[in-house]
T-cell receptor, first 113, second 112 residues
Framework: GENVEQHPSTLSVQEGDSAVIKCTYS??????FPWYKQELGKGPQLIID?????GEKKDQRIAVTLNKTAKHFSLHITETQPEDSAVYFC????????????FGTGTKLQVIP | SQTIHQWPATLVQPVGSPLSLECTVE??????LYWYRQAAGRGLQLLFY??????ISSEVPQNLSASRPQDRQFILSSKKLLLSDSGFYLC???????????FGPGTRLTVL
């Protein structure tokens, strides 16, 4: 089955700096890669996703890059703000498979004002 | 618009007692449904998923079970809770053809 590794597990940055979270996956058939943000005591919410036919996607301060050859993808947050503090999860899925998403172990991001 | 409900929000149960957590989705038909568990400070562990009524796939062998008696209802159960069952339980849904998962507000379960 799919295995997703995520690094780092914790990340502290100064407000205004950039944050990068990296994930690797094992199943070359995976073709959908979402990123979720989870605030304390709440369920995760999708912030951005990318499909395997695209190498990069950007939405305001958030961007995701995908390297299919190396089987890794990354989340980039620029100009970080205190409200970006949360746990971030990457995930991978073969959308032609069993409708099952495999999540990474999460990164706790702290933005220091 | 679609909404997902989970209840109860918090639950404290003694070891050996039964469990029933309910999840319902509104505003969509034939969704894929998921139960996840999140231990303190840990990632999301997929417990069960369902692609239709009565169709349940189990990811982790344990003393939990799931049922889907109606199209938009997903129930997580246990006959006898263990201390290790404590955690944050999340229900999620998505369209049958994939894409974004929408998570419920979660149930915080503490087994004493």
């Amino acid at each position: 089955g799919e295995n997703v590794e995520q690094h780092p597990s914790t990340l502290s940055v100064q407000e205004g700096d950039s944050a990068v979270i990296k994930c690797t996956y094992s199943d070359s058939a995976s073709n959908y890669f979402p990123w979720y943000k989870q605030e304390l005591g709440k369920g995760p919410q999708l912030i951005i996703d990318i499909r395997s036919n695209v190498g990069e996607k950007k939405d305001q301060r958030i961007a995701v890059t995908l390297n299919k050859t190396a089987k890794h993808f990354s989340l980039h947050i620029t100009e970080t703000q205190p409200e970006d503090s949360a746990v971030y999860f990457c995930a991978a899925e073969n959308s032609g498979g069993y409708q099952k998403v495999t999540f990474g172990t999460g990164t706790k991001l702290q933005v220091i004002p | 618009s679609q909404t997902i409900h989970q209840w109860p929000a918090t639950l404290v149960q003694p070891v050996g007692s039964p469990l029933s957590l309910e999840c319902t989705v509104e505003g969509t038909s034939n969704p894929n449904l998921y139960w996840y568990r999140q231990a303190a400070g840990r990632g999301l562990q997929l417990l069960f998923y369902s692609v239709g009524i009565g169709q349940i796939s189990s990811e982790v062998p344990q003393n939990l079970s799931a049922s889907r008696p109606q199209d938009r209802q997903f129930i997580l159960s246990s006959k006898k809770l263990l201390l290790s069952d404590s955690g944050f339980y999340l229900c999620a849904w998505r369209d049958f053809d994939g894409g974004e998962q929408f998570f419920g507000p979660g149930t915080r379960l503490t087994v004493l």
